[in-house]
């Protein structure tokens, strides 16, 4: 479904990935894992069309994506639930998801798309007329994750979704995403926590400096005694 091969992006006159290189089939969960600084969210906002591409091609579903804009990706099939979450503060939880739907493609299954986010999230239901702004940041986690499945996405990414989460919090976001797996969605996930990542992966990628260091099924992954040095402190 999505390719990524030999991308160079610089921020400045510094270079964030170096030939980063990478896959994800349709129906998988891929992560990528590494530290702070390694490539990874850079990686994910040139693939949305957030951050431009100096070299290399990246293609989704056999068709080249470079120099396309952010929300023709969107149309495309293309979501990104952003670290830090970057909702509307002001606006109502109802107001963000719409905003998800903003393209005419899934604006036509703007009902449909709602009853789907409500089932995996009850309490947004709930909070519909709630500012975003005043909620939780669990609650703001769903509303992200929810946002970006109202696009009605074939490849959903994640940046960091546990990030600044407290633990019973982070356990029920990756309860959804298996769910969401399980249901046939493609995912690229981005997060530190190495563990909870590559136990919901079916591959992953290690990401230092900008490149890819390592890369196989998650269960080798998480069981390589260098990366469990490395990330995991064991």
Known sequence: MLEVRDLDVFYGDAQALHGMALRVDEGEVVTLVGANGAGKTTTLRAISGLQKVARGDITFEGKSIVGRPGHTRSELGISLVPEGRELWPSLTVLENLELGCYAKSARKHRDESLERVFDLFPRLHERTKQLAGSMSGGEQQMVAIARGLMSRPRLLM????????????????????????????????????????LEVADRGYVVETGSITMAGPARELLSNEGIRAAYLGL
Not at 170 to 193: D, K, M, P, S
């Open 158 to 197: 994640f940046d960091e979704p546990s990030l600044g989460l407290a633990p019973v919090i982070v356990t029920q976001v990756f309860a959804i995403i298996r769910r969401l797996a399980r249901e046939g969605l493609t995912i690229l996930l981005v997060e530190q926590n190495l563990k909870k990542a």
